[in-house]
């Protein structure tokens, strides 16, 4: 089945750190990966559509300065979240499915980010 | 209204028992619909997709949808204490989004 693999799980960083996360999609090609963050006993909240080639969509309230998106390949995107304050301590999770639209999302297994 | 919507149990089921977790949403125009497990501290995993009216089985879990009520559910069958954990819908909007609800956490006591 689709891998989703993410790089690094867990990241402890003092704050003022940029702290970059990666997302590939192992045997698939993705066009489209997305980002969530998800707070303690919450729901997962997409943060921004990564788009291959060009820039990411971001949902509202997200600060695109704040978490900045690279899709430079098919199989890769990076979340970099620049001068991270304890605020932005969160489980980070990827996302990618195969180019046809009706396929399901995999998830990669999240990055823990605490800012100290 | 919340575009997705679950109740947030905790549903507590003995083990063997079905376990029935629901899902309603409020476009009216989504084709795709799925339930994703998430046990606590890991990220989601996909359990089913379904994208037609009607029942769909894979094992134990049933994955079940009417568009005329804008409603989709998942059945557990012979519920595992290993089945214990949080289970979010999740349906794909017309902008290609996933959007999921709050999740239902579901305990299976041996």
């Known amino acids: 089945g689709a891998v989703v693999s993410q790089h690094p799980s867990w990241v402890i960083c003092k704050s003022g750190t940029s702290v970059k996360i990666e997302c590939r999609s192992l045997d698939f090609q993705a066009t489209t990966m997305f980002w969530y963050r998800q707070f303690p006993k919450q729901s997962l909240m997409l943060m921004a559509t990564?788009?291959?080639?060009?820039?990411?969509?971001?949902e509202q309230g997200v600060e695109k300065d704040k978490f900045l998106i690279n899709h430079a390949s098919l199989t890769l995107s990076t979340l970099t979240v620049t001068s991270a304050h304890p605020e932005d301590s969160s489980f980070y999770i990827c996302?990618?499915?195969?180019?046809?639209?009706?396929?399901?999302?995999?998830f990669g297994d999240g990055t823990r980010l605490s800012i100290l | 209204q919340k575009e997705v919507e679950q109740n947030s149990g905790p549903l507590s089921v003995p083990e063997g028992a079905i376990a029935s977790l629901n899902c309603t949403y409020s476009d009216r125009v989504s084709q795709s619909f799925f339930w994703y497990r998430q046990y606590s501290g890991k990220s989601p995993e996909l359990i089913m997709s379904?994208?037609?009216?009607g029942d769909k089985e894979d094992g134990r879990f049933t994955a079940q949808l009417n568009k005329a009520s804008q409603y989709v559910s998942l059945l557990i069958r012979d519920s595992q204490p290993s089945d214990s954990a949080t289970y979010l819908c999740a349906v794909r909007n017309q902008g290609g989004k996933l959007i999921f609800g709050q999740g239902t956490e579901l305990s299976v006591k041996p």
């Open positions: 379904i994208y037609s009216n």
């Open positions: 996302s990618a499915r195969e180019d046809r639209e009706v396929q399901p999302q995999h």
């Open positions: 990564s788009n291959e080639g060009s820039k990411a969509t971001y």
